[in-house]
């Protein structure tokens, strides 16, 4: 598409957003991908990355707004369990509308799970 979007499998979503690293704090544009039928959220390091930096299964995840957490006011964490311990990623985008799409996204895809 002219604007850069990609079309997307109803359930599925593929974007880009702003992710907290987990050793400077430093937020750095990765690439996320949801994969609601087989119950996947993917995210990339490298725009065209073959091999995604985490894998995560839906039945492990969560996801909340966190404006004051994060400092921006479109932020989201992610939280979700992996090896019996619980870690989160923290992300945002500059448009309010598309967090919020991200958000139910997650959210329907964690329904559709349950």
């Known amino acids: ?27 750095l544009r ?18 065209q990355g073959k091999s995604p930096k985490a894998v995560i299964s839906i039945k492990d995840l969560n996801a909340t707004f966190q404006t004051e957490k994060i400092g921006h006011p479109h932020g989201l964490q992610i939280t979700y369990r992996r090896d019996g311990h619980t870690r989160n990623l923290f992300v945002y985008h500059e448009s309010g509308k598309e967090i919020v799409d991200w958000f139910n996204a997650l959210r329907a895809a964690r329904l559709q799970y349950l």
């Not at 850069?4 to 400077?24: A, Q, V």
């Not at 949801?34 to 959220?41: F, I, Q």
């Open 1 to 27: 598409m002219a604007d850069g979007e990609t079309i997307s499998l109803p359930g599925n979503r593929e974007g880009f957003l702003w992710k907290r690293g987990r050793d400077n704090s430093q937020f």
């Open 30 to 47: 990765r690439k996320f991908v949801l994969l609601a039928r087989e119950g996947l959220l993917k995210y990339f390091t490298k725009e």
